[in-house]
C-alpha cells in the first residue's frame, strides 16, 4: 500500500491520462488517478464517470436513512461522540421505541434502513438486535446493520431475522493511527476488523459496505486502502453488492480534530477514480457533507444517500427520552434535572447526544426534490433485495 501511495503522489501527467484512458483499470492505474497531477484532468474524470456511473445504475439514486438505536459503546475511539470516556447523554431504544423510529421514517418515505448501535454486549446484544430486525422485517425491504464486529455464527441468525447489509468502516487503513485512535475497548483489534465483511459474507449477508474515515491517515494512503480491500472483496465475495462510503470526519462530542485534511475537490477526485476502477460498485454519500456539495457530486458517481438523518437515538420522534442517563468515565450518572450542562432542562438538549454534527439538514422531501431537479430519480426500495427476498 506504501508503494501505490507513493505511486499517486509521484505520478505525472502522462501516466495519469495513460491509466484514465483504460477500460479496465489496475490497482495501479487507480493510484495514477488519485495522484495531483491528475487533478488537472478532474473534467475529463468526471465526464467518464458520469457516463459509466449512467450506464451501470441509470439515472436513479438509491436513499437509506440510519436509525440510530444505542449510544452506548464500550470503546475509545478518539475522533467519535459515543465514545465511553466521552461524557454525554446515552439511550438504548427499547423495541417499541425502534418501531416508532422507524414508522417515523417509513412515513418520510424511507424503505432502507441503516441500523446503527455502539458496541456494547449488555446494552446492544444479539438478542436485541434480532429482535429489533424481526421486529422490522415485515415493513422494510432493506436491512442493514453498522454494529460492532461479530463472529460468523453470531451474524447468521439477524440475516435470518432478515438482515441483508453490513457496513464496517475499517476507519483508518494505517496500523500506527489504528493504535492510536482506538485506547480502548475490542475495537484495539486491526485484524479482527478488517476482516469482518468476511466473516459477514460467510453467515449470508449479501450488501457489503466498507470505508476509510477521512481526516485520520493521508486521504490518498487510505483510498489505496480501501481500493485494496474492495478488490479483494470482489474477487472473493463476488455473490455480494459491495459499496464504499465516502465519509469525512464532522465535529462531535470530545472535540477531536482531524489529523489531516481532505479538500471537496480530492472528495471529487476520489468519486470519479473509484467509479472508473470499480464500474459496478455503489458509491454511498451521507449528510456528513452540506447540501451544495452533496448535489454537485451527484453527477460524478454517487449512487447511494441519506437524507434528513439524525445520529442520536430517538431523534426522529423523541422515543427513549424517558430513559436517558448521563455516563462519566463509562459509567452510568442517574441524570437529575439541572445536574449538568447535559441534563434535560427547557434550555438545553432533551435528547440522548448524536455521534457527530450533520452538514445537510434538508428534510427528506427537499433532498427527494433536489435528486429530481438534477435529473435523477429517487429510489427509495431497494428492488434487488425484494426481488431476491
Ligand atoms: S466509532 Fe463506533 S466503536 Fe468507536 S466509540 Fe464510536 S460507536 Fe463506539
Known amino acids: 500500500m506504501q508503494s501505490l501511495t507513493q505511486k499517486a503522489q509521484a505520478t505525472g501527467a502522462a501516466a495519469a491520462r495513460e491509466s484514465l484512458a483504460k477500460s479496465k ?51 475509545n475511539c ?34 432502507n434502513l441503516l441500523l446503527v448501535a455502539g458496541e456494547h454486549p449488555k446494552f446492544v446484544s444479539n438478542n436485541y438486535l434480532k429482535d429489533c430486525i424481526a421486529a422490522l422485517h ?57 476482516e469482518t465483511p468476511e ?16 481526516g485520520l491517515a493521508d486521504w490518498r494512503f487510505e483510498a489505496v486502502g480501501v481500493a485494496a480491500h474492495a478488490d479483494y472483496l470482489l474477487r472473493n465475495c463476488w455473490k455480494a453488492q459491495l459499496t464504499i462510503s465516502l465519509p469525512r470526519l464532522r465535529p462531535c462530542a470530545g472535540e477531536f480534530q482531524p489529523l489531516t485534511h481532505m479538500t471537496d475537490r480530492d472528495l471529487a477526485q476520489l468519486v470519479c477514480a473509484f467509479r472508473l476502477m470499480f464500474p459496478d460498485v455503489g458509491l454511498v454519500l451521507s449528510t456528513r457533507e452540506p447540501a451544495k456539495l452533496r448535489a454537485g457530486l451527484i453527477p460524478l458517481g454517487i449512487t447511494m444517500m441519506s437524507a434528513g438523518s439524525h445520529t442520536e437515538p430517538g431523534g426522529y420522534t423523541g422515543a427513549g427520552k424517558e430513559k436517558i442517563h448521563h455516563t462519566e468515565r ?6 437529575a434535572s439541572g445536574a449538568s450542562e447535559w441534563a434535560p432542562t427547557p434550555e438545553h438538549a432533551t435528547n440522548a447526544t448524536g455521534q457527530f454534527q450533520i452538514a445537510d439538514e434538508r428534510s427528506a422531501d427537499e433532498v427527494a426534490d433536489l435528486i429530481r431537479r438534477l435529473g435523477y430519480e429517487p429510489v427509495w426500495k431497494d428492488w434487488d433485495a425484494a426481488l431476491t427476498a
Request: one cysteine or more; hydrophobic letters at 40%.
Open 25 to 75: 483499470l489496475s490497482l495501479g492505474d487507480f493510484a495514477h488517478l488519485i495522484s495531483p497531477a491528475a487533478a488537472e484532468l478532474l473534467e475529463h474524470m468526471g465526464r467518464r464517470s458520469h457516463a459509466m456511473t449512467q450506464q451501470r445504475f441509470g439515472k436513479v439514486i438509491r436513499m437509506f436513512a440510519p436509525l440510530y438505536l444505542s449510544n452506548e459503546c464500550v470503546n
Open 78 to 111: 478518539q475522533y467519535c461522540g459515543f465514545s465511553r470516556d466521552n461524557p454525554i447523554l446515552r439511550v438504548t431504544l427499547s423495541l417499541e421505541d425502534v418501531k416508532r423510529e422507524a414508522q417515523a421514517l417509513k412515513e418520510q418515505g424511507f424503505r
Open 138 to 194: 415485515y415493513d422494510w425491504p432493506g436491512i442493514s446493520l453498522e454494529v460492532g464486529p461479530m463472529e460468523t455464527a453470531d451474524y447468521r441468525p439477524l440475516v435470518e431475522a432478515g438482515a441483508d447489509g453490513l457496513v464496517v468502516y475499517q476507519e483508518t487503513y494505517d496500523r500506527k493511527i489504528y493504535a492510536d485512535m482506538h485506547t480502548a475497548g475490542p475495537k484495539r483489534n486491526f485484524d479482527w476488523r478488517l
Open 199 to 214: 466473516r459477514a459474507y460467510a453467515a449470508g449477508f449479501r450488501r457489503l459496505g466498507i470505508s476509510p474515515l477521512y
Open 330 to 335: 463509562g459509567r452510568i450518572v442517574e441524570l
